[in-house]
Antibody, heavy 118, light 108 residues
Framework: QLVESGGGLVQPGGSLRLSCAAS????????MNWVRQPPGKGLEWVSH????????YYADSVKGRFAISRDNVKNSLYLQMNSLRDEDTAVYYC?????????????WGQGTMVTVSS | DIQMTQSPSSLSASVGDRVTITCRAS??????LNWYQQKPGTAPKLLIY???SLQSGVPSRFRGSGSGTDFTLTISSLQPEDFATYYC??????????FGQGTKLGIK
């Protein structure tokens, strides 16, 4: 399973670091992703990191402000969010990407809420 | 970047109805198309991967088809638990993971 933490209320321009703890599978064997969902809106893919942490992709909306990382010893995924904006307000999910299902996201966390507001 | 467009954005149906949701990619994505179901307050759930393969545990009334740019999700006989929002997603090329805007399936 995946369990996110670290969400909360932050002022515009502030920073926040999200964590995602993995258990029940070999974390180091899987690519991982962050997906977000603003209140009442659809899903937006945010970022991807390869299984060994050497390849990264970001949505244009967060490029240069967010940084994804992982610690395969601690079985954890992270999202460092800087220069936060009102439009970053959303539930943030971590999700496992599985090559056995055409790289679909087969395991999701419960989500953590990030609210950017003054 | 590849854009995903779903239609309709919402629809209403009754228990027992057959419904079809369409997803179109802005360029060919072969069969790298997945479908998810999301109910309010919960995380998305993978239903179908690789355009037509049923994820383990998903009822057979869900069927996916298509390749290239045009895909469909069909629910053959709606059950009460199927009323939810459905999203398509491409995992063909970076930035992988692009979602459609969603289709909200409501009760008529």
């Amino acid at each position: 399973q995946l369990v996110e933490s670290g969400g909360g209320l932050v002022q515009p321009g502030g920073s926040l670091r999200l964590s995602c703890a993995a258990s029940g599978f070999t974390f180091s064997a899987y690519n991982m992703n962050w997906v977000r969902q603003p209140p009442g809106k659809g899903l937006e893919w945010v970022s991807h990191i390869s299984s060994i942490g050497n390849t990264f992709y970001y949505a244009d909306s967060v490029k240069g402000r967010f940084a994804i990382s992982r610690d395969n010893v601690k079985n954890s995924l992270y999202l460092q969010m800087n220069s936060l904006r009102d439009e970053d307000t959303a539930v943030y999910y971590c999700a496992r990407e599985d090559v056995e299902v055409a790289d679909a996201f087969d395991i999701w966390g419960q989500g953590t809420m990030v609210t950017v507001s003054s | 970047d590849i854009q995903m467009t779903q239609s309709p954005s919402s629809l209403s149906a009754s228990v027992g109805d057959r419904v079809t949701i369409t997803c179109r990619a802005s360029q060919s994505i072969s069969r790298y198309l997945n479908w998810y179901q999301q109910k309010p307050g919960t995380a998305p759930k993978l239903l179908i991967y690789a355009a037509s393969s049923l994820q383990s545990g998903v009822p057979s009334r869900f069927r996916g088809s298509g390749s290239g740019t045009d895909f469909t999700l069909t629910i053959s006989s709606l059950q009460p638990e199927d009323f939810a929002t459905y999203y398509c997603q491409q995992t063909y090329s970076p930035p992988r993971g692009t979602f459609g805007q969603g289709t909200k399936l409501g009760i008529k």
